[in-house]
């Protein structure tokens, strides 16, 4: 059966010249790219790390302690255990530092995770730009099914929280962070991309094309991580506001939404789905007229300022990284040579874990 499928975003032309309002979309990418050349480098270091211990040898480099942003089950399960027994997981403490991080920003200006810092978000916005492109428009499937289709994401994260906030009891989770295959479980994560299978290849070969075609498919409809920060947005004190009396109606907002949002309608954008991209923001050719902000601005030459939201967004993400590095929470407690050791013996099923239940060993007191 085809879908009928239809254009909704009107990408305006690019940008004649720089204004204050501009200098956001500018910081924006600034981020985004600077964060993704980060996030490459610990790939980098992480494989020049990995595969030397996989093979016998001693690597050259140092575990890179960033490669944990990977694995945000695994900081879930940290941030039960810090509630719970009021410590910080020492297996892998920057993972859960990154986690708090984004979860941080993302409650305070809501979902910004997705749009200044989240790696696989800019993917997706130049896959979708190549779309543009390549067919002339981006296409989103009809209402009726986009709605379901988004509900996806909700009910990928719903079940990823069941299993850590509720089906595993506080002594199980204690149990799957101390288990083998938790210490190993970034070079699992590394073999997976590196050593993929079939599967593997297809699945992340029709999200990417099909992300050139249908803008954001991944972020819209299947990450789990976007439902959550999404949910955090919600209660966030600062999201697009738009002031009516000065709004002329003019659409701009909307046509550039990557949400598709109808932002012209709303006096505060309260949905999940927007990512305070500031696009919209951009795009309105009243100054002032929309802007990221508390309900009611504090001052309002702070608040009324593009980059204020951007800032504090990002700032924000810092000191908690900053903060745990401070407080010596970043590096994992896991020697070289205990790398070293379990890294030749990984086809072992002692690092295997079934729904949850990991193989367990004597492993030295955390
Ligand atoms: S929805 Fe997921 S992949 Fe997309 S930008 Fe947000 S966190 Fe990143
Ligand atoms: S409403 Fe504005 S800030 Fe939110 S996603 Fe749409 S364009 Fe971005
Ligand atoms: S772009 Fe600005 S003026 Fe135009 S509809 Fe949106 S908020 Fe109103």
Redesign the pocket.
């Known amino acids: 059966m085809t879908l009928p499928l239809t254009p909704v975003i009107a990408f305006r032309p690019a940008l004649r010249q720089s204004t204050p309002v501009e200098k956001v979309l500018k910081l924006r990418r600034v981020i985004q790219w600077t964060m993704t050349a980060v996030v490459l480098l610990i790939g980098v270091q992480f494989s020049l790390w990995v595969m030397p211990h996989l093979a016998g040898r001693w690597p050259s480099v140092s575990r890179p302690p960033g490669v944990e942003s990977f694995l945000p089950i695994d900081a879930m399960l940290g941030l039960r255990h810090l509630i719970h027994e009021g410590t910080v997981d020492a297996i892998h403490p920057a993972g859960l530092a990154i986690f708090i991080g984004i979860c941080l920003m993302s409650v305070v200006v809501a ?1 910004s ?3 200044y810092l ?4 800019l993917l ?1 916005e130049l896959l979708g730009r190549l779309g543009i492109r390549l067919v002339g428009r981006t296409l989103t499937p009809p209402r009726w099914l986009d709605i379901p289709l988004r509900g996806l ?1 909700f009910l990928l994260f719903g079940f990823f929280a069941w299993a850590v906030w509720y089906a595993m009891s506080p002594r199980e989770v204690e149990a799957f962070l101390a288990s083998p295959y938790a210490r190993v479980v970034d070079a699992k994560m590394w073999l997976f991309f590196a050593d993929p299978t079939r599967l593997t290849i297809a699945v992340l070969g029709i999200l990417v094309v099909g992300s050139i075609f249908v803008r ?1 498919l ?3 409809y299947l ?5 959550l ?2 949910l955090l947005g919600r209660f966030a004190p600062l999201k697009v506001t738009r002031d009516p009396e000065i709004c002329t109606d003019c659409h701009s907002c909307t046509d550039v939404c990557p949400a598709r949002l109808q932002v012209h309608t709303m006096q505060r954008v309260a949905s999940i789905e927007c ?1 305070s991209c500031q696009d919209c923001v951009v795009a309105c050719p009243v100054e002032s007229c929309l802007v990221v902000r508390p309900p009611k601005p504090l001052g309002r030459r702070v608040w009324l300022r593009p980059v204020t939201a951007t800032l504090v967004a990002v700032g924000l993400y810092l000191v908690v990284i900053v903060g745990f590095q401070a407080a010596g929470h970043w590096h994992t407690s896991i020697t070289e040579e205990e790398y070293h050791r379990r890294l030749q013996e990984l086809d072992s099923p002692l690092y295997t874990h079934v729904g949850g239940t990991a193989m367990t060993e004597e492993v030295p007191k955390r």
């Open positions: 979902k995770f997705c749009s989240c790696p696989v978000g997706s994401k954001d991944w972020c819209r990450c789990p991580y976007g439902a920060v999404g990512t």
